[in-house]
């Protein structure tokens, strides 16, 4: 059975490791090898993800089956007025499309409704297959955007959204 659980600021190792090793599966074919270690540091570096948990409110769940930890996502109640906004959500490439992805998106919602926010949002690689997750899960583009990462690299991201009840 799969169970979602909050992480705590020990579950770094854990984080860094799913993350690590699903960026790579992910992100090489639509990313240089520079983009995704420069990214992975500065996203995931303990520096970083202390920040995210304990300054920037960023909420983080972790996924495992049978004590095997498989994914996990991090998001911000009220990023603005009523709206919860996903950071993260990566499920390691052996254990997709078992619907783990779609449980801890199920918590996140349930979260941002218990808060009365009754909008997620999210950016997400304009050639990233998980848009297809998203549109599947209810999600629309509603706009696209390109972030400026420093170094000469670029997020080139649509923007998704969805209504929640
Ligand atoms: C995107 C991701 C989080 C989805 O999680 P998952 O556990 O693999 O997806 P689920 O098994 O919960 O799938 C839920 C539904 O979405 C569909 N789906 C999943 N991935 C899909 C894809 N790439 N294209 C189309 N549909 C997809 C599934 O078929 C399923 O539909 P069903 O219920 O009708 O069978 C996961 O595949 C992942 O971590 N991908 C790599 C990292 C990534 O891109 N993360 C998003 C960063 S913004």
Redesign the pocket.
């Known amino acids: 059975m799969i169970e979602v659980r909050k992480a705590s600021l020990d579950d770094y190792p854990v984080i860094q490791g799913i993350a690590h090793n ?2 790579q ?3 090489l074919p639509i990313l240089s090898q520079g983009q995704v270690d420069y990214m992975l540091d500065m996203m995931y570096s303990a520096e970083a993800y202390r920040e995210q948990v304990s300054e920037k409110g960023h909420h983080f769940l972790l996924a495992s089956e049978s004590d095997a930890f498989l ?1 996990f ?1 991090s998001y911000e109640l009220n990023y603005s007025p009523e709206i919860t906004k ?1 950071h ?6 052996e ?11 199920a918590v996140i919602e349930n979260e941002a409704s218990k808060n009365t926010n009754d909008k997620i949002v ?4 304009r050639y ?10 209810g999600f629309i583009k509603i706009g696209e955007e390109d972030i400026n990462i420093g170094n000469g690299y670029l997020m080139e991201d649509f923007i998704m959204q969805k209504f929640i009840k």
């Not at 993260?88 to 490439?93: A, F, G, S, T």
């Not at 997709?96 to 998106?105: D, F, P, R, S």
């Not at 999210?122 to 690689?125: D, E, F, I, S, Y």
């Open positions: 699903t960026w599966h992910t992100y994914g996502a996903i993260k959500l990566y499920v390691l490439p254990a997709q499309g078992k619907g783990i992805g779609q449980k801890l998106l999210l950016n997400v690689n990233n297959k998980a848009v297809n997750f998203y549109q599947k899960s």
